[in-house]
């Protein structure tokens, strides 16, 4: 049993089996319907719990079709029709849970709480999403940028905005995976330096700057995310210090020919991208958001110990 909170919990070699299994997973399934299982159904009869404090559309539908893809099935859990949000402590829940699921995901605020759950329970605790990080996520990015083409080491990402728990999950895969991140943010925004001293001690080259372009100079992937992130207040001052760090035609013409733009969705369009380049060429976000699909499966049997 092996609880995934964050990419570091698993490490690189990991990650890249996950990454590896979850590319031949998905060309195995070509031609099949969505909801058929996989041939070797490796986790038939399991249950996976899926816990929601936070709102959803890719992380619950992306876990339940892969369990269904597994072989498995999936038990919802909102916060708003259970008994957490009648102040049941995460303690009992995940001791509960523990007792009638396989596993649970859990997607809420305070990243405290995961570790919490993940402390109390006796089966894997996933990280769907908190206020510090998503790694479930990021694996998607990775795999995506994989079938593009484009290896890991050594590559050049670019981030334009909020210092959010996305980009905390892109330095921690850089440390792992060993690839470059050039952070442009407005002053104040700038992500956990945590996670910036993680990524330098691992030796690589982390670049913090106010200057949009340096960010996007050269670079492999330009990745974005909406400004103002779910459950903070909409605050007219922070969209005024984002409006430089729109991901635009012009600056995407600053990257290299061939680089391809990410968003983890949902998008604000004409906010932190432009529609040119949310609907152009350079875009892989729908094969991103599809693929969040294989990742999960993959972070899912690194948990119960069936990859490879």
């Known amino acids: 049993m092996a609880h995934f909170l964050d990419l570091s919990d698993a490490g690189g070699n990991a990650i890249a089996a996950m990454l590896a299994d979850a590319i031949d997973r998905k060309a195995a399934r070509i031609g099949k319907p969505k909801g058929a299982s996989d041939i070797d159904a490796p986790l038939q009869d399991r249950v996976l719990a899926v ?20 072989g498995g099935s999936t038990l919802v859990l909102d916060a708003g029709t259970s008994q957490l949000g009648r ?3 995460i303690a009992d829940t995940a001791r509960v849970l523990s007792r009638m699921a396989d596993a649970i995901m859990v997607r809420t605020d ?47 990402v670019g981030w334009f905005g909020d210092g959010n728990n996305v980009l905390h999950s892109i330095l921690e895969a850089a440390a792992l995976m060993k690839f470059k991140v050039r952070v442009a943010t407005p002053e104040g925004f700038e992500p956990e330096a945590e996670f910036v001293e993680m990524a330098r001690d691992a030796g690589c080259t982390i670049t913090l700057t106010q200057d949009a372009a340096e960010a996007a100079r050269g670079a492999d992937v330009l990745v974005t995310d909406t400004w103002v992130s779910m459950g903070q207040a909409d605050s007219s001052a922070k969209l005024t210090a984002m409006q430089p760090y729109r991901v635009n035609a012009e600056l995407m013409g600053k990257a290299k020919p061939d680089a391809i733009f990410l968003h ?37 049997l690194w948990c119960f110990d069936k990859l490879g």
């Open 264 to 300: 983890c969705l949902p998008a604000h369009v004409g906010d932190e991208v432009s529609e040119g380049v949310f609907e152009g060429p350079q875009s892989v976000v729908f094969d991103e958001a599809e693929n969040r699909i294989h990742a999960q499966k993959s972070i899912l």
């Open 51 to 70: 816990v929601f404090e936070k709102s959803s559309t890719r992380t619950r539908v992306s876990f339940d079709i892969a369990m269904r893809q597994l």
């Open 110 to 156: 305070n990243h405290a709480k995961i570790e919490e759950m993940a402390h109390h329970a006796s089966v894997p605790v996933i990280n769907g999403l908190t206020d510090r990080s998503h790694p479930c996520q990021i694996i998607a990015d990775l795999l995506t940028i994989i079938e593009k083409g484009k290896p890991l080491p050594g590559l050049e």
């Open 87 to 89: 102040g049941e402590s």
